[in-house]
């Protein structure tokens, strides 16, 4: 928007709009009607308007925007009538829709960044300069960009509160070019892109998706920002070479990409932040200073990376955590490289080069895991909370039981067993956890792989010592799923604060995580069921799924809805039935059949088959070898079964970590690796 900022006010030596320019506008499709002018400073109403700014900018006649006609002889009329008026378009009746972008609330800044946040550029449509404002010092200009807006869409009134001096027009009206500001200047179009120049573009539906009221008001699916500050672990080497990267970037960014350019590395820097390796306040001031460097400003470089909505660059890049950590997303370590490639790993050295393999990398398709299809998803961090007394401790039971030992879970097909570990500060065994295994059909002997600790006695999950003896267990136990039943009791810290819960990720979590296991995290609702589960948001930010139960303790009938998702869910209400014969058992339905079951049971199908193809591999070669020398083996079957390269890399590691299936124990030496 340079040519904006170059422009000073103009002289006011503009004529009223023309009715011949008047009928050339309606022949665009502009409905018009005549406003009140402005004639020697002051609105040709006679009024003041001391209070209000509506001088020179409301109607003339009696039902306002709604007399805006097409009309060649009521336009004729009126503009003898009124012969010092100023005209106005009616935006909706015109299908038009309007960006009125106001410098003196910093506008141009919030209009740079979003235009580099597009990735679907809005394109050049009709356009015009509106009223001077004396902006630090200099005289600028407003705008109005005009594009066509989709039949029956609903707009916003703003691009929201991280946008400001944005206004979204479409059922009212605005000034037409020719018209005079108070400012003392007139409206006017820009020559190249005025209606008499160029066709109007019409909004791209990346654009319709932000600006339509339909939508929750966030423009994107980033991380929010107090969330961002749970990102506070020191920086590693990886980080710091990644971010040297970044920043050298923005630095030797050309005149017109610089906010591009700084938002792609925003990007970067936010994945890397997430994944561990670059704690957030660091990557943002590095970043900032980048950018101040190379001219921007700092609101400008800080509306470009961070938004309270979540649309900064740093907390979109931070939805996809990348790095060494997390290698399944299309990173190999340096286990997985040709030994041509690496000379040998230097003991002490830098554990991994996350070497991209590029052709993995853009097979993978980043396809989501589910333990329990559209209600746990694997390696992610869940919460569940509800009243006390409406058996969440039940129900999670169930799916423990469920997945340990290879049976249905909740009426879904079975998956392969996995190692569960069960935190119970709630039940006592002999009096609640047995009669309800009993009462689910199950045997001592199929539960074996349902690691489950009986209170147990540990230091606090927000404390360093705990998260120590939390981990000593995992590497122990080597669960896939792990269940904290409930959390209110692990925590030494005030639950309704934000550092407790960035003592709990960073080092329970965050440990977690790191290892690619799934956990969930049972809480009760607080006082007032309104607030949302115990501790309100702050215990939130830590996780990446929020599901809240609710119903009445003897109904049959549960509603399971979810708050607050990272991952795509296939549906956000789910229903859960309760049966008690012949065996106790819950059964999960989509309320707005939205899921498609048979593709979430296919995928976890071909889960299995890339374990079963990973495991024959292994047991021709001897032992299991570097993720991409098995690929390199099955991948031809892999891709015959539809096995993509991310939903194999999870299988591989899973078995790397010793995690044993049904018929084989886990052994020490599956450590190391
Ligand atoms: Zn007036």
């Known amino acids: 928007m340079t040519e904006r900022k170059e422009m000073t006010a103009s002289p006011n030596e503009y004529p009223t709009l023309s009715l011949e320019t008047l009928l050339a506008l309606t022949a665009k499709g502009f409905f018009v009607f005549p406003v009140h002018g402005i004639t020697e400073g002051r609105c040709t109403c006679g009024d003041l308007h001391p209070k209000d700014n509506s001088a020179g900018k409301h109607p003339v006649t009696k039902n306002g925007m709604d007399d805006a006609t097409q009309d060649p002889d009521v336009i004729s009329v009126w503009h003898s009538t009124f012969p010092n008026c100023s005209w106005a378009?009616?935006?909706?009746?015109?299908?038009?829709?309007?960006?009125?972008?106001?410098?003196?609330?910093?506008?141009?800044?919030?209009?740079?960044?979003?235009?580099?946040?597009?990735?679907?550029?809005?394109?050049?449509?009709?356009?015009?300069?509106?009223?001077?404002?004396?902006?630090?010092?200099?005289?600028?200009?407003?705008?109005?960009?005009?594009?066509?807006?989709?039949?029956?869409?609903?707009?916003?009134?703003?691009?929201?509160?991280?946008?400001?001096?944005?206004?979204?027009?479409?059922?009212?009206?605005?000034?037409?070019?020719?018209?005079?500001?108070?400012?003392?200047v007139c409206y006017e179009w820009l020559v190249d892109r005025s209606p008499f120049a160029i066709e109007p573009l019409e909004l791209n539906p990346q654009v319709v998706e932000i600006v339509s009221s339909a939508t929750s008001g966030s423009p994107s699916e980033g991380i929010p920002l107090d969330d961002m500050q749970l990102y506070c672990d020191p920086i590693t080497t990886y980080?710091?070479?990644?971010?040297?990267?970044?920043?050298?970037?923005?630095?030797?960014?050309?005149?017109g990409s610089r906010n591009s350019t700084l938002f792609n590395s925003g990007l970067k820097i936010g994945s890397l932040i997430s994944g561990g390796e670059i704690p957030f306040e660091e990557g943002l001031t590095a970043l900032v200073d980048a950018a101040l460097r190379i001219g921007l400003t700092e609101e400008e470089a800080v509306n470009t990376l961070i938004r309270r909505n979540g649309g900064g660059a740093i907390q979109l890049g931070a939805a996809t955590p990348r790095g060494p950590k997390f290698e399944t997303k299309g990173y190999l370590s340096v286990g997985d490289l040709p030994s041509s490639a690496v000379a040998s790993p230097v003991p002490g050295g830098p554990a991994h080069l996350n070497i991209v393999d590029w052709e993995s990398a853009f097979a993978d398709e980043s396809e989501e895991l589910w333990l329990v299809?559209?209600?746990?998803?694997?390696?992610?961090?869940?919460?569940?909370?509800?009243?006390?007394?409406?058996?969440?401790?039940?129900?999670?039971?169930?799916?423990?039981?469920?997945?340990?030992?290879?049976?249905?879970?909740?009426?879904?097909?079975?998956?392969?067993?996995?190692?569960?570990?069960?935190?119970?500060?709630?039940?006592t065994v002999k009096g609640d956890v047995i009669p309800r295994l009993k009462n689910m059909g199950y045997e001592a002997k199929d539960i074996g792989n349902l690691v489950y600790s009986s209170f147990p006695e540990m230091d606090p999950l927000d404390t360093a010592k705990g998260g120590r003896q939390l981990v000593e267990i995992i590497e122990r136990v080597k669960p896939r799923l792990v269940i904290i039943d409930t959390v209110s009791r692990t925590i030494s810290g005030d639950e309704n604060s934000n550092s407790t819960w960035l003592e709990f990720y960073s080092h329970a979590g965050k440990a977690l995580k790191s290892r690619g296991i799934a956990y969930l995290r049972i809480d009760h609702t607080g006082k007032n069921a309104d607030a949302g589960m115990r501790g309100g948001s702050a215990k939130k930010g830590d996780v990446d799924i929020v599901w809240n139960l609710t119903g009445k303790s003897d109904d049959v009938k549960f509603a399971l809805s979810c708050e607050k998702s990272r991952v795509p869910l296939p549906s956000k209400k789910l229903e859960l039935l309760r049966y008690s014969s012949p065996t106790l058992r819950h059964e999960l339905r989509d309320r707005s059949k939205d899921i498609d079951w048979a593709e979430l049971l296919a995928r976890n199908e071909r889960f299995t088959k890339a374990l079963d193809l990973i495991r024959a591999?292994?047991?021709?070669?001897?032992?299991?070898?570097?993720?991409?020398?098995?690929?390199?083996?099955?991948?031809?079957?892999?891709?015959?079964?539809?096995?993509?390269?991310?939903?194999f890399a999870v299988a591989h590691r899973i078995i790397k970590a010793g995690i044993p299936d049904e018929c084989s124990e886990p052994m020490e030496s599956d450590l190391e690796d």
């Not at 099955?634 to 015959?640: D, M």
């Open 89 to 184: 378009v009616n935006l909706k009746l015109s299908g038009l829709m309007v960006f009125d972008i106001d410098p003196r609330n910093g506008g141009d800044t919030s209009w740079d960044s979003f235009e580099a946040w597009l990735t679907e550029p809005l394109g050049q449509s009709w356009a015009a300069l509106t009223g001077a404002q004396e902006v630090e010092g200099r005289s600028m200009r407003g705008m109005h960009l005009y594009y066509r807006a989709p039949e029956g869409i609903q707009l916003r009134g703003t691009l929201g509160t991280d946008s400001p001096g944005i206004d979204i027009k479409h059922n009212g009206y605005v000034l037409l070019p020719g018209s005079r500001h108070m400012s003392g």
């Open 239 to 255: 980080g710091i070479t990644a971010l040297e990267g970044e920043v050298e970037a923005v630095l030797s960014s050309r005149e």
């Open 373 to 427: 299809p559209g209600l746990i998803c694997d390696e992610r961090s869940h919460a569940i909370y509800a009243d006390a007394g409406l058996g969440k401790s039940l129900v999670l039971l169930e799916i423990c039981a469920a997945l340990a030992s290879g049976k249905s879970a909740l009426g879904l097909p079975p998956i392969e067993p996995m190692t569960v570990l069960y935190f119970d500060h709630e039940n």
């Open 617 to 647: 591999d292994e047991s021709k070669q001897g032992e299991l070898k570097g993720q991409k020398n098995v690929w390199a083996r099955v991948s031809r079957e892999a891709k015959k079964a539809g096995i993509a390269f991310g939903l």
